[in-house]
């Protein structure tokens, strides 16, 4: 049997305790799979005396992430610490330098700077992996760097942020209020310290910018992911997003154009009959176009210890039986720089007007938009006793820019009750 | 750039073609994403003249699958040829023999000699990839073997023949009897030579039987997988499953008991609106299940050129990135002979029973379920003109032995218009 694989393991919350778990309770299978024990040698996390209900006796305690990283005795630097910068960005970059592999499940490190490890781990001759990072317990990173791999991608989408969608399908599932449900979803710990990560969409965009740099071989670009979040979203668009047969979730959806590669992360109406429409609470999914094989759903957990663990432990043991390819599919030095371009694809959109109760109201607002090529797929007006009037539309496909200029123009109509909402229908 | 992966290419049907198709198309993907060049040096098929809409002529002809398999100058042998016996085995061995790596779409060839096949692949230190043997284009081989290794499996479930699930969805969609839409999927050329193989169960078997290889570490057991068909299922059984929130699917289901290890690859019911009742038509499905990630579900399109293209060029390029894992995860000589298990685990139970119109019928149908133990959970009987009078039942959970037995007394009983009809409940 070959040696070891030796670990050092940066973190010791949720995710870093379910690893030592799945390391001590299957150790022999995995030496079964790779041929080698796998063997967690050091430890550290910010408090040494916290008991996590698992043994941590037969590992070294590091008092700092660095020094754990530049250890001797590791092969691989496990960190599941998180933080896009100071200790878990530092001790990624040690471990690297001093020919360790890392496994990470730090999606907004590797968003943020993922060129600059992709690069260094290229440079080292080292793997960085982080299944861990996208999408929980979904082996979604291993599908398309290597099971896909023999495909041109064509478009990749995803519901990432569990969080985000416990709120909008309690929303619906409850009639509950956004505010109502946030207030829940922080009561029950769902929220990150700052919730904007979440209902602002950037943790899901974090995630969305790494499968685009894998799908179309270009440079991890957080900064092009064009973000929306969910805070806009009422019950009421829920509601009447149903009786079009539609579902709002907030979706990553990313597809290289002639104009350049779109990024999106925002609210869209998916069919309620679809995968994406059907996914409940925390869940997680993944759908990934390519040329050949059409389109692929993967669905799962997307947080948690164990489903977490799962995909920690599925790189290590990839690093253990020797499998090794560049962090995002290609050398780094290859990763393409594409252009960024914003909703470049013409699509339909949900319209959310309130419009004041008053002859004339709705011939403007219409007038407006055919001033700018919109044209109206379906229109619904409620019975309603009040003013403003809540007036819902169905475009035909549109482009965002000349629908962006046409909800500028609206306001000076002058029969605007409220700012009008639009979402994206988009086809899956 | 490290020296070009050359590859023979034994059949040329739908897949050899997608093949084909997909290395002249996306030839410089394939080199950045691999480090060298993917080239295709000889072909073999039945006929060597037939138009197949792409281009031969840059590669040898080979008359012969295991002259082929042999040839000096192949790294690669990829076999899609199909058939359990003959030259697609002769030739597979062929080219293990002579130090070729193996990639194949031919699920009966693995599934009745997988394990010979395995340790032949072990002892040349070679590998037999066979991603396209299992539900086409989903990347389900790879995510088991490898994306979910850290997991100890605990159930591993799948729709994976697209004929069947046509069947059973469009005589429910168009109310249309078994007969019926067997005619109609057979003039559509949906069918094989032979259809037992599809609506048997025995190529959905096929491939759950290498699922299971890899997912328990276990010998590939076909003979052990317990086979049903759904030629039994009529559009009554499927119209009272949706009445009751069901949705019938030929579903593969393998979980390792203390009793043994239980495969089977029967008709059951599963929730209308869990992602398995969901899925419609030819589009296949896979349910894995384990200690650590609870539940991943991949989905995607079972058949056809271009996915199953893509599963093949996926164990390729891993081939030329030099990913080697042993053929069913572990190394051939570790696999267990595990003993195979009937429905070891108990389960609800729908039941369909034609029962003769006359006093005390109901009663003593009961009478004998009642003394093999089986409790009902629900039963309907529905207004009726005719006798028999179809009566349907839901059992609560019971061992299949138990309601084998009773299924033998109630003829008995004289009671019986007919024979019963029993589909399991599965939980997914």
Not at 229 to 239: E, K, L, M, S, V
Request: proline share 4%.
């Amino acid at each position: 049997m070959t040696k070891p694989l030796t670990l050092g393991l940066a973190g010791l919350g949720t995710v870093g305790v379910g690893v030592v778990k799945l390391l001590q309770q299957n150790a022999d299978l995995y030496a079964a799979r790779t041929g080698r024990r796998v063997e967690l040698r050091a430890v550290t996390a910010r408090s040494k005396d916290k008991d996590r209900g698992v043994d941590l006796s037969g590992y070294d305690w590091e008092d700092d992430a660095v020094s754990l990283a530049k250890r001797d005795d590791i092969d691989v630097f496990v960190e599941v610490m998180g933080g896009s910068e100071g200790a878990a960005k530092d001790a990624t970059l040690a471990a690297l330098a001093s020919g360790k592999d890392v496994v990470s499940a730090n999606k907004a490190l590797l968003a943020l700077h993922g060129q600059q490890i992709a690069q260094m781990a290229d440079d080292a001759g080292r793997s960085i992996r982080y299944e861990a990072a996208v999408a929980g317990g979904i082996p979604v990173i291993k599908s398309l760097a290597e099971g896909l791999a023999g495909n041109r991608m064509t478009r990749v989408m995803g519901v990432m942020n569990g969080t985000c969608n416990y709120i909008l399908t309690r929303m619906e599932s409850a009639g509950l209020s956004y505010d109502e449900v946030f207030a829940e979803a922080d009561q029950l710990g769902y929220l990150e310290a700052d919730p904007t990560l979440d209902v602002g969409g950037i943790d899901a965009g974090h995630k969305l910018a790494l499968l685009v740099a894998l799908a179309f071989g270009t440079q991890v670009d957080f900064d092009g992911v064009e973000l929306e979040g969910i805070q806009q979203i009422t019950a009421r668009d829920i509601h009447h997003a149903a009786d079009l047969g539609y579902r709002i979730k907030l979706l990553g959806v990313a597809q290289m154009t002639d104009a350049g590669l779109e990024q999106r992360m925002s609210p869209c109406l998916v069919p309620a009959a679809s995968p994406l429409g059907q996914l409940e609470g925390g869940t997680n999914m993944c759908v990934l176009e390519g040329d050949a094989v059409q389109q692929v759903v993967l669905r799962g957990p997307g947080a948690g210890e164990g489903p977490t663990a799962s995909a920690v432990l599925g790189d290590i043991l990839d690093l253990a039986r020797g499998i090794r390819i560049p962090a995002f599919g290609v050398p780094a030095a290859q990763l393409k720089a594409a252009p960024s371009v914003k909703s470049a694809v013409a699509a339909p959109y949900y319209l959310r007007l309130e419009l004041r109760d008053e002859p004339g109201a709705l011939a403007r607002m219409a007038q407006v938009l055919a001033e700018h090529g919109i044209s109206i797929d379906r229109m619904r007006q409620r019975e309603h006793s009040e003013s403003p009037a809540t007036v819902l539309i169905v475009t035909h496909a549109v482009q965002r820019s000349a629908l962006d200029a046409a909800l500028a123009d609206l306001p000076q109509t002058g029969v605007l009750g409220d700012t009008p909402l639009a979402i994206r229908i988009e086809k899956v």
